[in-house]
Nanobody, 115 residues
């Protein structure tokens, strides 16, 4: 089992930066695929970024070049560094962990980007 605790959300002006953190417990962290999803009001939850157990990364097109996902297997933490934030990045951001056949989600943290 995996428990995920997120932190780092908040209010930032357009062009600013935030770093989200997700601390995992209750599992062998290094074997899990980790990621971040987001859900804006009135929209479906969408993928932001993934990082595999081998360190490989994938990003959704809207965040490529602006966001960076990373993981620290000693601290059992995954990060999302968000730079050059835009108002359209405003959403609840959810931490994600996967190891077939199980998926886990964090509680979500609000990111609000003002114009």
């Amino acid at each position: 089992q995996v428990q995920l605790v997120e932190s780092g959300g908040g209010l930032v002006q357009a062009g600013g930066s935030l770093r989200l953190s997700c601390a995992a417990s209750g599992s062998i962290f290094s074997i899990y695929t980790m990621g971040w999803y987001r859900q804006a009001p009135g929209k479906q939850r969408e993928l932001v970024a993934l990082i595999g157990s081998d360190g490989s990364t994938n990003y959704a097109d809207p965040v490529k070049g602006r966001f960076t996902i990373s993981r620290d297997n000693i601290k059992k933490t995954v990060y999302l560094q968000m730079n050059s934030l835009k108002p359209e990045d405003t959403a609840v951001y959810y931490c994600y962990a996967a190891r077939t056949p199980r998926n886990y989600w964090g509680q979500g943290t609000q990111v609000t980007v003002s114009s």
